[in-house]
């Protein structure tokens, strides 16, 4: 019991350390910081799909066909997408993480195709995918890395494709550290040259030491045609 509480403890410690520099508008936290978060298990890692997203399945507004979660974690959200008769692609910048995306998808007999890389740069062609799913990576970016992000978003999605970012927003507190908080104004500033915004609504984002989530916004962009 006291390992476990400990072990928590130390996750939110290295929350606090990996994200605490996200909150600077100008530094990019660390690749090894994001690894030393696998090695146990982060408190963004909860188990089981963010209810914002299995809403969304649920609701129908994902197109048909490909999905891509990017910075995809231990995906979950993939796996439940592929669940779900999408054509999954999970991909997140930590070789831990995706070392146990892969051995759920082996164990739960899900094909998903889990691979590492940089959210900044991708290796897919261009509009390949049908929807794109961001959980919680939008709000560890610094300023300069934003519109490079939301360009390779685009640059990878089909024409009319979708697009839907869970985030913490300006209304959740950051008395605990963690991510940066995200105004609605930032997200269309961000997206809007390149997406026509759907909508950015009052969400919660599942984590392992909100009782019931913490305050986030949920947006859903199209891709505008060239």
């Given at each position: 019991m006291q390992s476990s509480l400990t072990n928590a403890l130390y996750s939110i410690l290295r929350l606090h350390?990996?994200?605490?520099?996200?909150?600077?508008e100008q530094v990019r936290p660390s690749l090894s910081s994001w690894e030393d978060a696998y090695k146990t298990t982060p408190p963004w890692d909860v188990g089981r799909p963010q209810?914002?997203?299995?809403?969304?399945?649920?609701?129908?507004?994902?197109?048909?066909?490909?999905?891509?979660?990017?910075?995809?974690?231990t995906g979950e959200n993939a796996l439940y997408l592929a669940g779900n008769g999408f054509s999954a692609t999970g991909v997140d910048l930590t070789s831990l993480a995706i070392a146990a995306a892969r051995a759920k998808a082996a164990e739960r007999k899900?094909?998903?195709?889990?691979?590492?890389?940089?959210?900044?740069?991708?290796?897919?062609?261009?509009g390949i995918f049908n929807n794109v799913i961001d959980s919680g990576l939008f709000h560890t970016f610094p300023d300069n890395d934003r519109l490079i992000y939301a360009r390779e978003m685009a640059r990878v999605l089909a024409p009319r494709g979708k697009y839907f970012m869970l985030c913490f927003s300006e209304k959740e507190p950051t008395n605990w550290g963690g991510p940066r908080r995200v105004t609605k104004e930032e997200i269309e500033s961000t997206f809007s040259p390149l997406f026509?915004?759907?909508?950015?609504?009052?969400?919660?984002?599942?984590t392992r030491f909100h009782s019931n989530g913490g305050k986030a916004y949920l947006t859903s962009a199209t891709r505008i045609s060239a």
């Open positions: 350390n990996v994200l605490e520099s996200g909150i600077d209810p914002a997203f299995v809403e969304l399945v649920q609701a129908g507004e994902l197109n048909t066909g490909s999905v891509l979660d990017i910075g995809c974690g899900l094909k998903v195709d889990f691979r590492t890389g940089n959210a900044l740069s991708l290796g897919f062609k261009d026509t915004i759907n909508y950015i609504r009052d969400a919660l984002f599942a």
